[in-house]
Nanobody, 115 residues
Framework: QVNLVESGGGLVQPGGSLRLSCEASRNIAGIQVMGWHRQVPGQEREFVAGIYSNGYTKYAQSVEGRFTISKNIPGNTVWLQMNTLKSEDTATYFC?????????WGQGTQVTVSS
């Protein structure tokens, strides 16, 4: 099991920016992809963005062009730069890491976009 520590959530006005961070508690091998999902109460968790071990990135259509995912060289920390935030981006954001052994999740960080 991998512990993932998230930070960077908060309250921001529409059009503003936030940067989320996710760090694995230890160096881990075999990472295939790290990234973020988000969830609104009463709705299913949805994919937001992922970055693969080779650097390939993938985004949900709803955030394409506004969000950017990146990672550090060891690959155990990822960041999600969120620009031009909208009210519909309000959710709890969960970091995840997928390895051949399965997927681990963080505890989640709340992002609220409101004026």
């Amino acid at each position: 099991q991998v512990n993932l520590v998230e930070s960077g959530g908060g309250l921001v006005q529409p059009g503003g920016s936030l940067r989320l961070s996710c760090e694995a508690s230890r160096n881990i091998a075999g990472i295939q992809v790290m990234g973020w999902h988000r969830q609104v109460p009463g709705q299913e968790r949805e994919f937001v963005a992922g970055i693969y071990s080779n650097g390939y990135t993938k985004y949900a259509q709803s955030v394409e062009g506004r969000f950017t995912i990146s990672k550090n060289i060891p690959g155990n920390t990822v960041w999600l730069q969120m620009n031009t935030l909208k009210s519909e981006d309000t959710a709890t954001y969960f970091c995840f890491v997928t390895r051949p052994y399965g997927t681990s999740w963080g505890q989640g960080t709340q992002v609220t976009v409101s004026s």
